[in-house]
């Protein structure tokens, strides 16, 4: 079982720069393939960034250039570096963890912004406002 707690969300002005973290409660935290998603009021949850058990980084479209995605593996810890940040990134972001392995093949087959289904572990979420 994996318990995940997002922290480091606040609110900012446009063009500015948030970072959040990830702390993960398991031992096998280097056999979890991990992501950060968000939901926007009315909207369907989307994946942003990736990052699996090998280091392989992933992005959205949306956010490439912008978010870095990272993790601790001493401190099992996941991290989400965002910059130049819009209006259109608030929402609320959720850390995910997945232990199956099967992540990464959902997101080859919907996309990493539909790959919610690949992760079985959610945190709690920490909202993230960006005005304009």
């Known amino acids: 079982r994996v318990q995940l707690v997002e922290s480091g969300g606040g609110s900012v002005q446009a063009g500015g720069s948030l970072s959040l973290s990830c702390k993960a409660s398991t031992d096998t935290f280097t056999n979890c393939d991990m992501a950060w998603f968000r939901q926007a009021p009315g909207k369907e949850r989307e994946g942003v960034a990736a990052i699996d058990t090998d280091g392989t980084t992933s992005y959205a479209d949306s956010v490439k250039g912008r978010f870095t995605i990272s993790k601790d593996t001493a401190e099992n810890t996941l991290y989400l570096q965002m910059s130049s940040l819009k209006p259109e990134d608030t929402a609320m972001y959720f850390c995910?963890?997945?232990?199956?392995?099967?992540?990464?093949?959902?997101?080859?087959?919907?996309?990493?912004?539909?790959?919610?289904?690949?992760?079985?572990?959610w945190g709690q979420g920490t909202q993230v406002t960006v005005s304009s």
């Open positions: 995910a963890a997945d232990l199956t392995g099967v992540a990464p093949l959902w997101r080859l087959r919907k996309g990493i912004e539909d790959s919610q289904d690949g992760y079985n572990y």
